[in-house]
């Protein structure tokens, strides 16, 4: 579990925070409370964020959680196209042969593609399909489809 310090840091490097103020513990309870202010999408918003200390008696150090809600946002997984272009750059990257590579065509609920790359052979460049999946595992695979 975490410390308060370490919660509020990271609200700090998730938000785009204008102020963040302390009000402290709440009543008689095992509460800590703050008002963030934070910049979204052109406009300020504000939110109370409550953190339950398991030991009053030393809040900077105790472990604590949040209360009611995490305010983090969760970071959400990554689409299959994402994927393709993620492994896309990777092989651009890494194989200087390759001049261009981009999805011709994708269905994501099956989570298929086709991808067209433009290699060049020492001849001349040459347009070249590979097909695309996903595993399993969730790790993109590929195979050239046959001139």
């Not at 009000?23 to 052109?42: I, K, V």
């Not at 989570?111 to 999946?133: C, F, L, M, T």
Request: proline share 4%; with cysteine.
């Amino acid at each position: 579990m975490a410390t308060k310090s370490e919660l509020i840091a990271d609200v700090n490097s998730n938000y785009d925070v204008v102020s963040l103020i302390d009000r402290g513990l709440t009543g008689n309870t095992s509460l800590w409370e703050y008002d963030l202010f934070y910049r979204l999408a052109g406009s300020v918003k504000q939110d109370r964020l409550r953190i339950y200390l398991h030991d009053v008696n030393n809040p900077e150090t105790c472990t604590a959680e949040w209360y009611l809600r995490n305010p983090i946002p969760s970071t959400p997984d990554q689409t299959f196209i994402e994927k393709v272009e993620a492994e896309i750059i990777t092989i651009l990257n890494g194989n200087s042969n390759i001049k261009y590579m981009a999805i011709d065509n994708h269905h994501s609920p099956t989570k298929r593609a086709i991808v067209v790359a433009y290699i060049d052979s020492g001849s001349g460049v040459e347009k070249r399909e590979a097909y695309v999946w996903e595993d399993g595992n969730g790790d993109i695979q590929y195979a050239l489809v046959p001139v």
